[in-house]
């Protein structure tokens, strides 16, 4: 059993060991030590990284007891890197430890605080790599969060001592704590006074001070309940500085200040409107000069522009088949770069002809027998060539 020096001092950084073990497992050596200061994976909480005697330590896993330090260099050399008796240096990574007993501690604050509100429990803890994140079943508003983190950081502020118990089972039976699973053995209790009593195998804080922040960024439903997303200390941090980078950016795109981007930004949002509207307007009116200005003696019209989106396209092709053509093909793009196209006929089947064009011009695309769409890539003359062949065999079948 190797001795969990995590659980005597959460903030020791430095330590010395004997090494029981060094075995090659996929590739990698897991080194096996009587004592560690490293914290491997669990309760939702991913695994200290640091080195051994200079030696990167990538993962720690822990198995019946026995705790795994795995090595992140491959390890090809058949020469094991540590012997058994051989007394190591390991030395954790401080910043991401520290980083992540923030994470953990400032989670008891918030879930004791929705336990004791609402009454909800925690049923899903995850502490990634970018963020951390909190399952409650049950239901909880954008407004009642925002009361929940603001009395989660009073206890930030109040500096109170992060307590840890190991009681008896007969003191366990007198004490009302949280737990996620039913734990065997020894139950390890992790109290913050007067805001949540749980059973937890993490590394914490000494006090809450350390927490710098609570941040809670989100809320959305999850299985019943919902998931809560918050970011403590130094990510916190980190997170404002990103944010108010991006606010200075668009403060000083919009020529606004930073704490009026939200209105600059919605009266950017109107004039977009605003212009999309009339745009949109005069597109119309291009569209019925378009469709005016083709002859009525041409039954199978080929049109290709670059005056109109995909929208404008079909408007352009329903006001030409108005006027009881046979076809009308729209195309928008240029020879050697490639032509999107929309096609429209009330008396052919436009799937077939689609599919006989793709295949002459290596497009892809299809629709409905009144109308297809897609992509395609042959030049303009040669796809005006081809519509006119295809509508003169149907106009000639039609007349048989």
């Not at 004997?18 to 996929?26: A, T």
């Not at 560690?36 to 896993?61: M, R």
């Not at 923030?102 to 009454?119: D, K, M, P, Y």
Request: with cysteine.
């Amino acid at each position: 059993m190797t001795e969990k020096l995590f659980y005597s001092d959460s903030h020791l950084r430095k330590f010395t060991a004997e090494v029981l073990s060094c075995e090659k497992r996929d590739g990698r050596y897991h080194v096996e030590l009587n004592r560690t200061a490293f914290f491997p994976e669990g309760g939702g909480q991913y695994a200290d990284t640091g080195v051994l005697d200079g030696i990167k330590v990538c993962d720690v896993q822990e198995q019946d007891g026995r705790i795994f330090h795995i090595l992140a260099e491959d390890c090809e050399n058949p020469v094991r890197p540590f012997a058994p008796g051989q007394q190591v240096k390991g030395q954790v990574n401080w910043e991401e430890r520290f980083m992540k007993m923030q994470q953990h501690t400032g989670e008891h604050i918030v879930s004791g605080l929705i336990h004791a509100r609402f009454g909800y429990n925690n049923v899903g803890f995850h502490l990634g790599s970018e963020d951390c994140t909190m399952d409650f079943n049950g239901g909880i508003t954008k407004e009642e969060l925002t009361e929940i983190e603001r009395e989660a950081n009073r206890a930030v502020w109040k500096n109170l001592p992060v307590k840890v118990l190991y009681p008896s089972e007969e003191e366990l039976a007198s004490i009302e704590y949280r737990s996620k699973i039913e734990i065997e053995g020894q139950v390890r209790i992790v109290e913050i006074p007067g805001y949540d009593v749980c059973a937890c195998c993490a590394p914490h804080v000494n006090f809450t001070g350390e927490i710098g922040v609570i941040k809670l960024t989100g809320v959305q439903r999850y299985k019943g309940g919902v998931r809560v997303t918050m970011l403590c200390g130094v990510r916190a941090l980190l997170d404002f500085e990103k944010k108010q980078a991006q606010a200075q950016a668009v403060s000083a795109m919009l020529c606004a200040k930073e704490n009026e981007i939200a209105e600059a930004v919605e009266h950017l949002r109107k004039e977009c409107a605003d212009l999309k509207l009339e745009i949109n307007e005069k597109e119309n009116r291009l569209v019925s000069c378009w469709a005016d200005m083709v002859s009525a003696k041409e039954q199978a019209v080929c049109i290709f522009t670059d005056e109109f989106g995909a929208e404008s396209m079909r408007r352009l092709m329903n006001r030409i088949l108005e006027k009881n053509r046979i076809l009308c093909a729209v195309f928008s793009g240029r020879d050697g770069e490639g032509y999107r196209y929309v096609m429209g006929s009330k008396v052919m089947d436009m799937r077939a002809l689609a599919k006989d064009m793709n295949s002459a011009f290596g497009g892809r695309g299809g629709g409905k027998p009144e109308m297809v769409q897609g992509t395609i890539n042959g030049t303009e003359n040669e796809m005006r060539e081809w519509i006119r062949k295809k509508a003169e065999e149907e106009n000639h079948e039609s007349n048989a």
